[in-house]
Nanobody, 123 residues
Framework: QVQLVESGGGLVQAGGSLRLSCDVS????????MGWYRQAPGKERELVAA???????EYADSVKGRFTISRDYAKSTLHLQMNSLKPEDTAMYFC?????????????????WGQGTQVTVSS
């Protein structure tokens, strides 16, 4: 069983930065594909960024150049560095894991989900 626990959300002004973390309790973190999703009120959950077991990454167009996904293999932790935040980035952010070594770009491909951490960006 894989457990995911997100942290690092909060309230920040537009233009500010936040760093989200996701602690992964799984003995073989290295074989998991990981991703960050977000869901704003009244909207569908959307992929923000994904990373393969080997470190390949993919980003939503709306966050390219502002967000960076990374993984710490020693600590079994996933991060999302968010810079130049905008009010439209306000959402609940979820960490997800899938039992595959390659990039996973579709929600249905992920097997495990965290409870989420709220990010609110004020204008």
């Amino acid at each position: 069983q894989v457990q995911l626990v997100e942290s690092g959300g909060g309230l920040v002004q537009a233009g500010g930065s936040l760093r989200l973390s996701c602690d992964v309790s799984f003995s073989t973190f290295t074989i998991l594909a990981m991703g960050w999703y977000r869901q704003a009120p009244g909207k569908e959950r959307e992929l923000v960024a994904a990373i393969s077991s080997g470190g390949s990454t993919e980003y939503a167009d709306s966050v390219k150049g502002r967000f960076t996904i990374s993984r710490d293999y020693a600590k079994s932790t996933l991060h999302l560095q968010m810079n130049s935040l905008k009010p439209e980035d306000t959402a609940m952010y979820f960490c997800a894991a899938g039992r595959a070594p390659y990039l996973l770009l579709h929600e249905k491909d992920y097997d495990y989900w965290g409870q989420g951490t709220q990010v609110t960006v004020s204008s």
